[in-house]
T-cell receptor, first 114, second 114 residues
Framework: GENVEQHPSTLSVQEGDSAVIKCTYS??????FPWYKQELGKRPQLIID?????GEKKDQRIAVTLNKTAKHFSLHITETQPEDSAVYFC?????????????FGTGTRLLVSP | DAGVIQSPRHEVTEMGQEVTLRCKPI?????LFWYRQTMMRGLELLIY????????DSGMPEDRFSAKMPNASFSTLKIQPSEPRDSAVYFC????????????FGPGTRLTVT
């Protein structure tokens, strides 16, 4: 089945800096790659996603890039703010079981210091 | 829309007791997912349903776990008998498969088995 690896596990930046989180996946057939943000004690919420037919997608301060050849995708957050502090999960669609199953990475704890 | 509803929000029980977690998906959604989140294992998919039919239950840890979806607006996850290692946050999520890929998570049930 699909396997997703996520790095780094923790990331500390100063407010205003950029943050980059990277994920690799194993199934070359996978076509959907979402990113979820989970604040402390809250539920995971989708912040951005990308499909295999595009290489980059942006939404204000966040962007995601996809390299299908290398099977990796990255989340970029620019001009970080303290409210960006959270755990971020990448995920990849598992194409082997009904096309709805997501396999999640292990998460990156981002801390933005004022 | 009220979003995905889960109950109870917190459950504390003794080892050996039966535990039932409940979920009401977003109205109109046709896929429902049960996840377990722990520090050690991250976010794991236990089982998911499409149109009330279980599609993939490969993540269900063992026979002590069972899940049902008797209709489009209700699902249960049952643990019998419960063990301390079942302590985790259990999330239910729903999506509109075939139209939107986003999975909407409920607030979660924090289960503690003593």
């Amino acid at each position: 089945g699909e396997n997703v690896e996520q790095h780094p596990s923790t990331l500390s930046v100063q407010e205003g800096d950029s943050a980059v989180i990277k994920c690799t996946y194993s199934d070359s057939a996978s076509n959907y790659f979402p990113w979820y943000k989970q604040e402390l004690g809250k539920r995971p919420q989708l912040i951005i996603d990308i499909r295999s037919n595009v290489g980059e997608k942006k939404d204000q301060r966040i962007a995601v890039t996809l390299n299908k050849t290398a099977k990796h995708f990255s989340l970029h957050i620019t001009e970080t703010q303290p409210e960006d502090s959270a755990v971020y999960f990448c995920a990849s669609r598992d194409m082997n079981t009904g096309f709805q199953k997501l396999v999640f990475g292990t998460g990156t704890r981002l801390l933005v210091s004022p | 829309d009220a979003g995905v509803i889960q109950s109870p929000r917190h459950e504390v029980t003794e080892m050996g007791q039966e535990v039932t977690l409940r979920c009401k998906p977003i109205s109109g959604h046709n896929s429902l997912f049960w996840y377990r989140q722990t520090m050690m294992r991250g976010l794991e998919l236990l089982i998911y349903f499409n149109n009330n039919v279980p599609i993939d239950d490969s993540g269900m840890p063992e026979d002590r776990f069972s899940a049902k979806m008797p209709n489009a607006s209700f699902s249960t996850l049952k643990i019998q008998p419960s063990e301390p290692r079942d302590s985790a946050v259990y999330f239910c999520a729903s999506s509109l498969a075939g139209v939107l890929d986003e999975q909407y998570f409920g607030p979660g049930t924090r289960l503690t088995v003593t």
